[in-house]
């Protein structure tokens, strides 16, 4: 016996996963417009800290945009492949 959801249960798990990784994209989306917002503001301050911190935010949020781009993407692919048939195939 496997730990394995049952196969009716798996199409509705994939799909709320898809679903909340859609809104964090969203999410860090908006948030990456913002820290944009930030930095162009940082740099009218004459501190160099400011800018770093400032760059270092906003590599960050864009490594994280990143991340949930490509885990949508993975996503939307198993949700449009074929089902593939579970346990051996008899000859």
């Known amino acids: 016996m496997t730990d394995d959801p049952p196969a009716d249960q798996r199409p509705a798990a994939a799909t709320k996963t ?27 301050i004459d501190d160099p800290p400011t800018h770093q911190l400032a760059a270092e935010v906003r590599e960050a949020v864009q490594r994280l945009t990143n991340h ?24």
């Open 18 to 44: 898809a679903k909340k990784t859609q809104a964090l994209l969203r999410e860090a989306r908006f948030l990456l417009r913002r820290v944009d917002k930030v930095e162009a503001a940082a740099g009218a």
């Open 68 to 91: 949930l781009v490509r885990l949508e993407r993975q996503h939307h692919r198993r949700a449009h492949e074929p089902a593939r048939p579970r346990g051996r195939v008899q000859r």
